[in-house]
T-cell receptor, first 113, second 113 residues
């Protein structure tokens, strides 16, 4: 079974600053994948970034990067130069060989002008 | 490429009725997954289909069922609706490899009165 925990229900950040969202997970699988999804108020879930567990190098996508600590089962998301459009619910998710994603409860991020 | 589409976008039903939701995946995607999203329970996996076969099912009662057609389009059905079935139902599609990234549709908002 897989579990994903996001310990920060809400966070806020000033525009142009950097913020880090936390996520811890647990899985019995040796080959798994981790994701961060973003769900803006319009409700469309959008992929932010993806990390394969077998890769040691942390994934990056423009202003978004992750800190993947495999031994600690930690997968945090760093957003640099925060923009108003980054305001959304952010979900951490894990997936393995069972064809499903397990999601955390989400972190509501508000970017303030 | 067109994204994942879901119809209808909004639906109001009364207790005891049944409902059918539809999902059209991204062209070329053969895997379709369904998730239920509620404020209390978060995102929960319902089931996943590939080539018209259900490969995995979440922990939901038998009132929840689904199917996939030969063109990869999928439907889910909820019979004997209960108030607690009110939720946002999200469909996601992916390629056929294990844990290929899932891309989500806009969801169907179901309200049960």
């Amino acid at each position: 079974a897989q579990t994903v925990t996001q310990s920060q229900p809400e966070m806020s950040v000033q525009e142009a600053e950097t913020v880090t969202l936390s996520c811890t997970y647990d899985t019995s699988e040796s080959n798994y994948y981790l994701f961060w999804y973003k769900q803006p108020p319009s409700r469309q879930m959008i992929l932010v970034i993806r990390q394969e567990a077998y890769k040691q190098q942390n994934a990056t996508e423009n202003r978004f990067s992750v800190n993947f600590q495999k031994a600690a089962k930690s997968f945090s998301l760093k957003i640099s130069d925060s923009q108003l459009g980054d305001t959304a619910m952010y979900f951490c998710a894990s997936g393995g060989s069972n064809y499903k994603l397990t999601f955390g409860k989400g972190t509501l991020l508000t970017v303030n002008p | 490429k067109a994204g994942v589409t879901q119809t209808p976008r909004y639906l109001i039903k009364t207790r005891g009725q049944q409902v059918t939701l539809s999902c059209s995946p991204i062209s070329g995607h053969r895997s379709v997954s369904w998730y239920q999203q509620t404020p209390g329970q978060g995102l929960q996996f319902l089931f996943e289909y590939f080539s018209e076969t259900q490969r995995n099912k979440g922990n939901f009662p038998g009132r929840f069922s689904g199917r996939q057609f030969s063109n990869s389009r999928s439907e889910m059905n909820v019979s004997t609706l209960e108030l607690g079935d009110s939720a946002l139902y999200l469909c996601a599609s992916s390629l056929d490899r294990i844990q290929e990234t899932q891309y989500f549709g806009p969801g169907t908002r179901l309200l049960v009165l």
